[in-house]
Antibody, heavy 119, light 104 residues
Framework: EVQLVESGGGLVQPGGSLRLSCAAS????????MNWVRQAPGKGLEWVSY????????DYADSVKGRFTISRDNAETSLSLQMNSLRDEDTAIYYC????????????WGRGTLVTVSS | EIVMMQSPATLSVSPGERVTLSCRAS??????LAWYQHKPGQAPRLLIY???TRATGIPARFSGSGSGTEFTLTISSLQSEDFAVYYC??????FGQGTKLEIK
C-alpha cells in the first residue's frame, strides 16, 4: 500500500526539542521530493520544509529557519524533522507530503502527528 | 511574497447543490495552482493541479478553472462526503487560508 506514516509527536516544553519521523512505503521513495506541512489549532495549512530526492537541496519557512532541520534516509525510506528551540506557536499537527515531480503539488500525505509545545 | 486569498471563509450549502469556491493570488501565478480537500483527522487530498487538471481518482464533479490571479473550484453536485475544508496552493510554499463547506 502506498502510504506515509508520521510519528514522534508529543508534549514538549518551550525551548525543548523533538524529532519527527515519516515512514514511506509502496513507492520509490528515493526519487521523490518530500515536504513537511503543519496545521496549528484552528488554522490553515502552512508549508514548513522540503528536501530534494538526493538531500542536495533543502528549504525552510522563515518561521522555522535555524531551528528545524529536515533530513531523509533513502535506504530506510524515511523522512525526519529535527525540531529545536520549540515555541508555543510551533504547536500543530505535522504532516509529511510527497511532491509530484518537483512541481510544488503534494499528491500523497500522511495523517499527521501532533506536536504540543506547552509548559 | 505571493499571498493566496480564499473566499468565502465558510459556505453553508445543501447536498445536491452546485458550489463555487474562489482563490485569488496577490500577483499572477500563471496556472501554477492546486486545490486540496481536508477533513478532520484525515490526510489532505490533492484534487486539482495546474489549475484545472484533476488528480488521479478524483470524481468528475470536481473541476478547476482560472489563470493569472483568479481561480475557482467548482463541485457540480455536492455529496455528503464533500463537506470539508478546501485549500488552494501555489508552488509548494503558499496555501490559502481555506474555505469550509458546511451542511446547511
Amino acid at each position: 500500500e502506498v502510504q506515509l506514516v508520521e510519528s514522534g509527536g508529543g508534549l514538549v516544553q518551550p525551548g525543548g526539542s523533538l524529532r519527527l519521523s515519516c515512514a514511506a512505503s509502496g513507492f520509490i521513495f528515493s526519487t521523490d521530493t518530500m515536504n513537511w506541512v503543519r496545521q496549528a489549532p484552528g488554522k490553515g495549512l502552512e508549508w514548513v520544509s522540503y528536501i530534494s530526492y538526493s538531500s542536495g537541496t533543502v528549504d525552510y519557512a522563515d518561521s522555522v529557519k535555524g531551528r528545524f532541520t529536515i533530513s531523509r534516509d533513502n535506504a530506510e525510506t524515511s523522512l525526519s524533522l529535527q525540531m529545536n528551540s520549540l515555541r508555543d506557536e510551533d504547536t500543530a499537527i505535522y504532516y509529511c507530503a510527497r511532491e509530484v515531480d518537483v512541481s510544488g503539488y503534494f499528491d500523497l500525505w500522511g495523517r499527521g502527528t501532533l506536536v504540543t509545545v506547552s509548559s | 511574497e505571493i499571498v493566496m486569498m480564499q473566499s468565502p471563509a465558510t459556505l453553508s450549502v445543501s447536498p445536491g447543490e452546485r458550489v463555487t469556491l474562489s482563490c485569488r493570488a496577490s500577483q499572477s501565478v500563471s496556472s501554477n495552482l492546486a486545490w486540496y480537500q481536508h477533513k478532520p483527522g484525515q490526510a489532505p487530498r490533492l484534487l486539482i493541479y495546474l489549475a484545472s487538471t484533476r488528480a488521479t481518482g478524483i470524481p468528475a464533479r470536481f473541476s478547476g478553472s482560472g489563470s493569472g490571479t483568479e481561480f475557482t473550484l467548482t463541485i457540480s453536485s455536492l455529496q455528503s462526503e464533500d463537506f470539508a475544508v478546501y485549500y488552494c496552493q501555489h508552488a509548494r510554499y503558499t496555501f490559502g487560508q481555506g474555505t469550509k463547506l458546511e451542511i446547511k
